[in-house]
């Protein structure tokens, strides 16, 4: 005899998984494809951690006075490289557009623009760092470190040169849907740095000795050693294709003020992020040390999730672009839906495993009892707002790829700058939460980015649906 209802049962469960089923096989392409695309670039990024890690490893060998000279100067640079970095992604929709297109016109110009335009960029962030350097005796930071600080900026600063000669074959080749070449290039030199690391701070293998600084000339040389290893790769990808062409100057000039026109409201956005998680980083300073110490924790954390998600935002950015060249409104829809949907699932995990483990994290970073405290409870803010901020890089990366940039730069100022770093300020000082609330200022301005970008995009797809229907 049948319970009422139950005859109902194996109908409704039969339809649930015929829709999972036909999810699966309409996205399952575009799964892949992110997959395999951000894969080298999650590698890369991983590889760039390690050698962070193993820099500050042996830095600390030398004396906390060392290592506090190189995260001040680290902090300082970190502004005109994130900015420079920005820039430098303009050169990837611009590309995987004309690949999408078969221009072949367009991506010979694009590539010998990309170089010049990273060249002068180059020279501006140069001079950018040399009034950072000028700077800062005056930003108030112990004596102490002020000399060991200045000589390491004044290395490390130099090789802006070749990381933006390096930028522009990576953004150029990602475009082509070609990830593995910087991811190969960049975790050669990531064995080169430790290794000089190792030999310049200590003085081995008959090196001379130069502490903090041997480490700003690893850095360098490793970057110079990227900007090469680029410069004789790049010639090979699409070599046939590309021989055959002729541009003109006037090409030239157009395709380098694409760069440029897209490449400064990229840079302005990237530079917004970091900044507010620098101001809140000084901002954690006024309230304590235990402060400062678990926001530190946290942040390192919080660039694990960070690191996978901007894999997918990357590889989210050369899908988008490419199928933008198509003009296939249908596709772009459903590769961006494919990496939210990836990107939601990888949350979810790591999420969890925050949460669950969030007494114990702190612990692989201190053994101080109010530093565990504290950073166990701004764990739970960063599984928060890590929803919103993976959310907010996918939409980035889409947004990227179909070379909207202006807007999305204007909103990410507001988000951080006018919502998130203000709330922090108010939640912290005048709302009682104190160390915590630094935190919750970023669930606040991540949603509210979230939405916007949510809402922008869906404005550029009736727009394009409306332009091809034209």
């Known amino acids: 005899m049948l319970i009422k209802g139950q005859g109902l049962a194996q109908p409704q469960s039969l339809i649930v998984f015929y829709m999972m089923k036909r999810i699966w096989r309409l996205y399952r392409p575009h799964y892949a494809e992110t997959r395999r695309l951000a894969l080298p670039v999650i590698v890369a990024q991983?590889?760039?951690?390690?050698?962070?890690?193993?820099?500050?490893?042996?830095?600390?060998?030398?004396?906390?006075?060392?290592?506090?000279?190189?995260?001040?100067?680290n902090t300082l640079f970190s502004l005109p490289l994130i900015f420079g970095m920005g820039f430098a992604m303009a050169i990837t929709p611009l590309t995987g557009k004309a690949t999408g297109s078969n221009d072949y016109s367009e991506l010979k110009s694009l590539k010998k623009a990309a170089f010049g335009a990273n060249g002068v960029m180059a020279a501006i962030l140069i001079a950018a760092s040399t009034?950072?350097?000028?700077?800062?005796?005056?930003?108030?930071?112990?004596?102490?470190?002020?000399e060991y600080?200045?000589?390491?900026?004044?290395?490390?600063?130099?090789?802006?040169?070749?990381?933006?000669?390096?930028?522009?074959?990576k953004q150029f080749a990602e475009g082509l849907s070609n990830t593995k070449l910087a991811m190969m290039i960049?975790?050669?030199?990531?064995?080169?740095?430790?290794?000089?690391?190792?030999?310049?701070?200590?003085?081995?293998?008959?090196?001379?000795?130069?502490?903090?600084?041997?480490?700003?000339?690893?850095?360098?040389?490793?970057?110079?050693?990227?900007?090469?290893?680029?410069?004789?790769?790049?010639?090979?990808?699409?070599?046939?294709?590309?021989?055959s062409v002729v541009i003109n100057f006037k090409e030239l000039a157009a395709s380098t003020l694409k760069i440029i026109k897209l490449g400064i409201p990229?840079?302005?956005?990237?530079?917004?992020?970091?900044?507010?998680?620098?101001?809140?980083?000084?901002?954690?300073?006024?309230?304590?040390?235990?402060?400062?110490?678990?926001?530190?924790?946290?942040?390192?954390?919080?660039?694990f999730g960070f690191m996978l998600y901007q894999g997918i935002g990357v590889s989210t950015t050369i899908r988008i672009s490419q199928l933008?060249?198509?003009?296939?409104?249908?596709?772009?829809?459903?590769?961006?839906?494919?990496?939210?949907?990836?990107?939601?699932?990888?949350?979810?995990?790591?999420?969890?495993?925050?949460?669950?483990?969030?007494?114990?994290?702190?612990?692989?970073?201190?053994?101080?009892?109010?530093?565990?405290?504290?950073?166990?409870?701004?764990i739970i803010v960063l599984a928060v707002f890590q929803l919103f901020d993976a959310i907010q890089i996918i939409y980035s990366g889409i947004l990227r790829g179909m070379a909207d940039a202006t807007v999305p730069g204007i909103l990410t100022f507001i988000c951080y700058f006018i919502i998130t770093i203000p709330f922090s300020y108010w939640a912290a000082f005048h709302g009682g939460f104190?160390?915590?609330?630094?935190?919750?200022?970023?669930?606040?301005?991540?949603?509210?980015?979230?939405?916007?970008?949510?809402?922008?995009?869906?404005?550029?797809?009736?727009?394009?649906?409306?332009?091809?229907?034209?």
Request: glycine share 10%.
């Open 46 to 73: 991983i590889g760039q951690i390690t050698v962070g890690l193993a820099d500050n490893m042996m830095i600390g060998r030398l004396g906390k006075t060392e290592l506090a000279a190189a995260a001040f100067a």
């Open 131 to 146: 009034l950072l350097y000028s700077a800062m005796p005056y930003m108030h930071q112990p004596e102490s470190i002020l």
């Open 149 to 169: 600080s200045q000589q390491y900026f004044s290395v490390i600063g130099l090789s802006i040169i070749p990381l933006m000669l390096f930028l522009s074959g």
């Open 186 to 243: 960049t975790l050669g030199a990531n064995v080169f740095n430790i290794l000089g690391n190792y030999m310049l701070i200590f003085g081995k293998w008959g090196a001379p000795e130069l502490g903090l600084v041997g480490a700003g000339w690893s850095t360098l040389f490793a970057r110079v050693l990227m900007a090469i290893g680029m410069l004789v790769f790049i010639r090979k990808l699409h070599r046939e294709q590309l021989k």
């Open 266 to 303: 990229m840079g302005l956005h990237m530079f917004s992020e970091s900044s507010a998680f620098i101001v809140a980083g000084i901002m954690m300073g006024w309230i304590s040390e235990t402060g400062l110490a678990a926001h530190q924790i946290v942040i390192s954390l919080s660039t």
């Open 324 to 378: 933008a060249g198509r003009q296939v409104p249908a596709l772009i829809k459903r590769a961006s839906n494919a990496s939210i949907q990836i990107v939601f699932g990888m949350v979810i995990i790591i999420s969890i495993a925050f949460v669950s483990m969030s007494t114990w994290l702190p612990t692989l970073f201190t053994t101080d009892a109010g530093v565990i405290k504290l950073a166990s409870q701004m």
């Open 434 to 470: 104190n160390e915590i609330g630094i935190w919750m200022g970023f669930p606040v301005g991540l949603s509210i980015c979230a939405l916007m970008f949510h809402f922008r995009l869906k404005y550029l797809h009736r727009k394009l649906l409306v332009s091809m229907q034209a």
